[in-house]
């Protein structure tokens, strides 16, 4: 009897823990259900789409060089005997820089004038002779052939013994000496080097995008990197016609005020260029709010807490930014993280 006792007993404790088990399961899945149910938005990052008007000012770097610089070589052989000028001597136009010994071109010089003398007498005696009918047409011809290239040695002779003062044709700077007195030069031996930095010119690249908004003679503000708090004047005086090997276009900026030379040659500068026409607000939306990129033209536009897949058509690209011509208005709501996880009509949650 005790043994009958001890097994209702026991079906009676094993149904109730089975009754009681059943039971939290019931609760278990309706809280998960309800859990399941909260969690089914997809977590997003959002922004509105505005109105605003678009800068479209860009920024060109590039290098100062001098407005001249020229490198003056010896034009005849000989010893320099005369330097008279030095590495960061100003120099004007005309002056001369250095001498080279000119006995021998001067002998030469007065061996052409002699020459030059006799041809003039031949030239005078073969006419007053001509003239009586002592000499033939064809030997009057034949001296005065010999008086002109006599002149032109003559020339020549005084224009080399010129060239033995190494003269200036620029207003500028002397940056590099390569001459002692005493040196033995040839032609074509580099003495000096001279710049002028009395205005630069500041030399970038652009784009084809960027290069159809500039026009030459258009003034422009330029920064050396040595002072970013001064701004000088700069004027576009070359744009090139021809893209160089990397499809970008040369400009030359030139920058007519250099006061006290304080910018070198060879410092790195910037240009702002703008398009300087007066710009009307367009739609834009962040640049990360397309799937896949710009190119593709699809966002997710929200609408009551669902992501809405949403062709548009993309224009400009401005930094970050890229204007919309069509498919979103002010004021809607784009996803601009986490659409990776959406498909058209996904329930999202906006977060900040």
Known sequence: ?????????????????????????????????????????????????????????????????????????????????????????????????AVIKGDQLNIQLQNAQAAYQNALTDSQRYENAFKTGGVTKQQLDQAKLSLVNAKAALDQARITLGDASIKSSINGIVNKRSVEPGTVVTPGTVLFELVDVSKLKLKVTVNEQQVAT?????????????????????????????ADASLNFPVEIEIASNPGNEVKAGMYGSVVFGS?????????????????????????????????????TSGRILGEEVEILSGLKEGDVVVTSGQINLQDGTKVSPVK
């Open 1 to 97: 009897m005790k043994k009958i006792l001890y097994i209702v007993i026991g079906v009676a404790v094993v149904g109730l823990g089975w009754y009681i088990l059943n039971q939290n399961k019931e609760k278990n899945e309706a809280e998960t259900a309800v859990v399941s149910q909260k969690n089914t938005a997809v977590v997003v990052r959002t922004a509105v789409v505005k109105k605003e008007v678009p800068n479209t000012d860009y920024v060109a770097n590039g290098t100062f060089e001098p407005f001249q610089q020229l490198e003056f070589p010896a034009e005849n052989n000989g010893r320099v005997v005369r330097v008279l000028v030095d590495e960061g001597d100003a120099v004007r136009k005309g002056q001369v820089l």
């Open 214 to 242: 500039l026009k030459q003679g258009a003034m422009v503000p330029v920064k050396a990197s040595v002072f970013p708090d001064k701004e000088f004047k700069g004027k576009v005086t070359f744009i090139a016609p021809k």
């Open 276 to 312: 300087g026409n007066v710009q009307a607000a367009v739609t834009m939306i962040p640049r990360n709010a397309f799937i896949g990129g710009v190119g593709n033209n699809q966002v997710f536009v929200v609408n009551d807490s669902v992501a809405k897949l949403t062709k548009v």
